[in-house]
């Protein structure tokens, strides 16, 4: 049996865990992040048009970051608003 408490790695299993309710392993997404690609600019306004319309919250400066993003992807921003 493994041991360790939520969050923790089980004992003899490194880089994996289970959560409390028994759902899939933890997998660590360091190696996802380093094949990156730059969102298009279509997607990009698709993102901020659904971000403008929802009531999540963002930090401060993250959509105005998102809109220098299309513009330098030669997006259209009038297609987000």
Not at 28 to 40: H, M, V
């Amino acid at each position: 049996m493994a041991r360790g408490g939520v969050g923790q790695q089980p004992s003899g299993v490194p880089g994996t865990h289970v959560d409390v309710a028994g759902a899939e392993p933890y997998e660590d997404l360091s190696g996802f992040l380093e094949d990156t690609r730059l969102l298009s600019a279509r997607a990009t306004a698709g993102f901020l048009k659904r971000a403008r319309m929802g009531n999540l919250r963002f930090v401060p400066g993250f959509i105005d970051d998102v809109e220098s993003h299309l513009d330098r992807m030669g997006g259209f921003p009038e297609a987000a608003a």
